[in-house]
């Protein structure tokens, strides 16, 4: 393992992918734009799904899977959808592989296995699953369809990075069938709730809900509610989206149901997901230039126990209590590597612990033995402290409960100072330059000033945040008048 | 829902598809030969997954991802695996769509956005997976590799069924690199008693272990052990496959190590899956005429309470004591569903939780209330008892027990009494017209005696099971000699 890693300071952007390798969560593939997502990664984004499919049943929602593949006559029902994704889609034309007379032993595609009908890798499900909830849905008995599905999806990206913007990535997309525009919109909420919770919660990532704007808006969508997160360089990250589709997906593919009242209806649907993505989150909301720091509801392992010894007959005695407390915390569900790697000192050791988050380190060594303590150190604030044996359990365990309420507020802190209300498009600029994070300003409304300051700032509006106050004001580009301030941001 | 199936005397194969429809399991999709795994479907496969995940875990393996898509030059690295799959495989072309200008609002592939080099939808992961082991292994520590990973593949397979046979499907696939040969063996034959345990306590499914013949083998292979169940229809059906790769893959991708003495070698390989595939062999080894049967251990819920009523007060009071057992019975980790829709009539739902499984059925009506008793009613067995309300959390779980045990017992006494000792190919012909399912028989071990067999009876061989015994005879075939039986089936 090569020794630092670039300050976030010095270069963020590098800093940030020195660290995604370094740290074994994900590594670039031979497939242009498509990851690796290594076990460690692996390991913090299988605790995501774990808490996220818990919250997701809870709230009366089933799994599901269809197919990878979307016909083109499919894809392209839903106009908006279609031109949306249109352009970034990988796009199946044959069926067969042969070799090829002129270049032996190499293969080519066989002409003669041309699909009739192009098939779309998915880039998200809309098209495929309300087909398939036409077969579904007859009478308002068969609603609401509460379905979510755990996939791989493609999206032919240009410039892409580990997962923040990879050609494929894994996400869930859950898509709902409702009989009133109502629930629709209350399945909407709903979600963006759960995902808000689930960031604050498990992630401990401070994030501020509200609505995009038209132009931000998902293609397909009536309305697209959102969470918006936001990292350590001043850059917003949009953490998890969950659409309001209106009866768009219903009339493109003719899906109707008979209402309590006997009358012919569409069906009213929503969609949401959240990705891989969030582990780019994770990364820029806690780390630092030590490395990965991991919230403990995250991370692959809460705890490390690195022996320190000379000779066999230490390392036994220490694992001896290793062992003791390794069983002692596990009956507390908490989770335990103990490092017993030969070809390491622990120092190498600590130092590769710290790279990857683990939040609390317990080192053993035959000076503790003889005194009956342990050294505790904590990852987020490299703080240590000596503990009695005995009180091992209740230290550790209260510790990782702190360490998650610390990230979070730490991350609060920061966020909360760093949204700036502004009044003119000079200051505008100013607090963009200096990255300082949101900018709370006044806004006419209008998609052709949302445009203008994209092009000359790259911030775009991030939300219309929903507990944002009705205040009158002046559009900070325009000066026309306003009743609202929405919040903009440079984004990843 | 229609009434009836089809009997399996009728047409055990109609009655398979009707089945896996009916019971709400899964269905074709717009997609030639993809299947949608319905929510109840899915639930069961998740089931699957979890003990999977739990006993791979226990055994030391972690979870990975890689890319869905392979490069057509990793592809056809090595040889025989390219070969194997190249028949059978999506190829993407493009990676964009434009309105086509002929046919306004329409889509096509634009000519522009073609690939360089063509990109195959995994059919398996060996290639892109052994050209990424490459970077991560330099020296006997980074060794073992004990991955595995959840995944969907695709196989442009031409005649498709549900679960047993379909273009994509859902698997997982482990790839494990290691130091030594015998290390690798020792792997290959781990997992497939990891995939014997899963299919036998868990599916209730008894399996034969044993070794493919080299005509049957995983393309790319060295070995191949496997677990092969049979079906109702004295059909088999391979439900696991676990590959030793010796170094074959370590030789397409360059995959090196410096080993203890300092010395470079090639790593040694093993890879081994287990599909939906299984939800055939599922449905082909319990189930009845009247529809699924599930083992306990795999049904997504494993007590139904359908209430019986004739007005609200009735129902209310009813609900109150089913809510008491609900509890009751998941403070025992038993998954209970309570059936209160009111837009079905009790005998409906008996007959819907009928025909998808659910092992256990209560039913509380009046009468029951004012007898402090319950009825309780047997998927597998049809039969009833009426239980007094205090017992109803013994009797419940020792009935789950009961069956999950019967289920597999019925199912062994099933497959041991299909499997015939055949001498001559007479007999050998005429068991098989008669589908009494396993034909144990002396084969001469050559590829060509197995290919003609196949070729008159469409019988191939299944494995060669590692328990049999050695044993003198002559080939059921050719009369040449032979010292093993092995065995022979049609299979799925």
Known sequence: MSKNLTSRAEDYSKWYNELVVKADLAENSAVRGCMVIKPYGYAIWEKMQAELDRMFKETGHQ????????????????????????????????????????NEGKLRVDPEAKLEEELVVRPTSEAIIWNTYKGWIQSYRDLPILVNQWA????????????????EFLWQEGHTAHATKDEAWEETKLINNVYAKFAENFMAIPVIQGLKTESERFAGAEETMCIEALMQDGKALQAGTSHFLGQNFAKAFDVKFTNKEGKQDYVWATSWGVSTRLMGALIMTHSDDKGLVLPPNLAPYQVVIVPIYKNEEQFDAVKKVADEIIDDLKERNISVKFDKRDTLRPGAKFAQHELQGVPIRIAIGPKDLEDNTVEVARRDTFTKETVILDRINVVVEDLLEEIQKSLFKKALDFR???????????????????????????????????????????????????????????????????????LFAKAY
């Open 63 to 102: 799994n599901a899977y269809f197919p990878l593949f979307v016909p083109k006559s499919l894809f392209e029902a839903e106009e908006k959808n279609a031109e949306g994704f249109a352009k970034e889609c990988a796009v199946v034309t044959h069926y067969r592989l042969q070799t090829d007379p002129d």
């Open 416 to 486: 909360n100072s760093h949204i700036t209300e502004v009044e003119d498009f000079e200051e505008f600029k100013k607090v963009l330059e200096n990255k300082t994070g949101f900018i709370s300003a006044h806004w006419d409304g209008t998609a052709e000033t949302e445009q203008k300051i994209k092009e000359l700032t790259k911030a775009t509006i991030r939300c219309i945040p929903l507990d944002s106050k009705k205040e009158e004001g002046e559009c900070v580009f325009t000066g026309n008048p306003s009743n609202q301030r929405v």
């Open 152 to 167: 791989n999806v493609v999206r032919w990206e240009m410039r892409t990075r580990l997962f923040l913007r990879t050609a």
